[in-house]
């Protein structure tokens, strides 16, 4: 990716300095530190250059071509061009690129499938599932039975045969797999195995690990399961929002849950931004880019193990990894506080069987799609690891803390981000 140039926000400079100059901290803190969200991704100018733009203006609520407002000409093409270009993309039959994030996303396609109570099984938040996925808290949880199956105790790996046992005991009316905080890929075969011996729905939130399968790394869940959902701002490096594919059977429930289901008048300057995101992600460029994202977490998974850090599972088959703390006698609260001091971005993230809280935690989660986006290499993971490493064997040492924090900005200058 070439240095981004985000519009230099002329207007806000002059009319709103409070605005203005807090975009330019935040702009500091993306350019000096080190982006370790598994989640996060920088998008490229043309996606910046999309978000900004006059589409904001308009009310299209409808899908391409069948709009509850006149005026909507334009903007059936830029929908249009996202919807082709997404089905291109993951070979799907058909896609509505209207949901506004993750959760709205997982919410329609719930609300299309499935009937207040029905039971879902799906992968427990303790265990890398998301919090759409059935968290009690969430309106997952709350208006649906989910089940939760979780990863073996030894291996860290999805447990299969308990997903086979839940499902021959609960029935449930859809499986849904796909994580938050997985290291390992997931055998879509076998699930859709499990679903059609019981009759279930299958359902894939590839959210994380779009960007991997759009970049041919990672197996296609799209043209297996009846639904899958995905935001398309983490590896897939697009604006932030989401979208669903399915099966054409499910096309005219899934629209309609959307809209008016649950949402009102699309986003269409983010919907254009995907567009501009997917023929990106079409270029055969990007497969390298995604190939580089597992390469960079392999390396670094390796590189924090050399250093005595245990990794959930062992290592990592996709972008992301889990650091179990407490080999280090640290939490993972303690160690994104340091991090973050240190100005490099981590988030704190529950292992597998962990003793501690949802707000404490045992762990860390750390991905690459960002430092990837920036041009680091499998050789710069070393170096990243060795400033984590030192973070957490500084921790209650403020000195030695902002010490790196120096080192950090000068090696993430290397890898200039903006030209501005
Ligand atoms: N917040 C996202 C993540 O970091 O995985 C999921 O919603």
């Known amino acids: 990716m070439k240095i981004l140039t985000y519009p230099t926000k002329k207007f806000l400079k002059e009319n709103d300095t409070k605005v203005?100059?807090?975009?330019?901290?935040?702009?500091?803190?993306?350019?000096?530190?080190?982006?370790?969200?598994?989640?996060?991704?920088?998008?490229?100018?043309?996606?910046?250059?999309?978000?900004?733009?006059a589409f904001t203006n308009k009310y299209s609520e409808g899908i391409p071509y069948k709009r509850y407002y006149g005026g909507n000409q334009f903007i059936d093409i830029v929908e249009?061009?996202?919807v082709e270009r997404a089905k291109k993309l993951f070979n799907a039959e058909h896609v509505n690129v209207q949901p506004h994030s993750g959760n709205p996303a997982n919410m329609s396609a719930y609300f299309a499938l499935l009937e207040h109570g029905d039971t879902v099984l799906g992968m427990s938040l303790a265990h890398g599932g998301h919090l759409s996925h059935g968290l009690?808290?969430?309106?997952?949880?709350?208006?649906?039975?989910?089940?939760?199956y979780t990863t073996k105790q030894d291996t860290g790996l999805i447990d299969m045969e308990?997903?086979?046992?839940?499902?021959?005991?609960?029935?449930?009316?859809?499986?849904?797999?796909?994580?938050?905080?997985?290291?390992?890929?997931?055998?879509?075969?076998?699930?859709?195995?499990?679903?059609?011996?019981?009759?279930?729905i299958t359902m894939a939130d590839i959210s994380h690990i779009a960007g991997l399968i759009a970049g041919k790394q990672l197996e296609n869940p799209v043209p297996i399961f009846d639904v899958v959902t995905t935001t398309t701002h983490k590896t897939l490096r697009g604006p932030r929002g989401a979208m669903i594919m399915c099966k054409e059977q499910f096309a005219k429930v899934i629209d309609k849950a959307v809209f008016p289901g649950i949402q009102g008048g699309p986003h269409e300057h983010i919907i254009a931004a995907k567009a501009v995101a997917f023929k990106e992600a079409l270029n055969?460029?990007?497969?390298?880019?995604?190939?580089?994202?597992?390469?960079?977490a392999q390396a670094l998974a390796d590189a924090l193990t050399k250093r005595g850090l245990n990794i959930v599972t062992g290592g990592t088959s996709n972008h992301l990894m889990l650091v179990d703390l407490r080999a280090k006698k640290v939490t993972g609260n303690i160690a994104e506080k340091a991090l973050e001091k240190a100005e490099i971005s981590v988030n704190k993230n529950l292992i597998p069987y962990d003793p501690e809280k949802p707000f404490v935690t045992s762990g860390i989660r750390l991905g690459t799609p960002a430092l990837t986006t920036r041009g680091m290499k499998p050789k710069d993971m070393e170096i990243v690891a060795e400033f984590v490493n030192k973070v957490l064997d500084s921790i209650g040492n403020e000195k030695k803390i902002r010490s790196i924090a120096k080192e950090v900005k000068k090696y993430a200058s290397k890898f200039p981000l903006f030209s501005f």
Do not use: C
């Open 162 to 200: 308990e997903v086979y046992a839940l499902a021959k005991k609960h029935k449930p009316k859809m499986i849904l797999a796909g994580f938050s905080a997985y290291s390992r890929n997931i055998d879509w075969k076998a699930f859709k195995k499990i679903a059609d011996e019981v009759g279930a």
């Open 80 to 82: 249009s061009l996202a």
């Open 20 to 53: 203005f100059n807090v975009l330019q901290q935040e702009i500091r803190r993306q350019k000096e530190g080190i982006e370790l969200i598994a989640s996060e991704n920088y998008v490229s100018n043309t996606v910046m250059d999309a978000m900004g733009s």
């Open 284 to 296: 055969p460029k990007f497969q390298q880019y995604a190939k580089n994202i597992i390469n960079n």
């Open 136 to 148: 009690p808290i969430n309106f997952s949880g709350r208006w649906y039975n989910f089940i939760g």
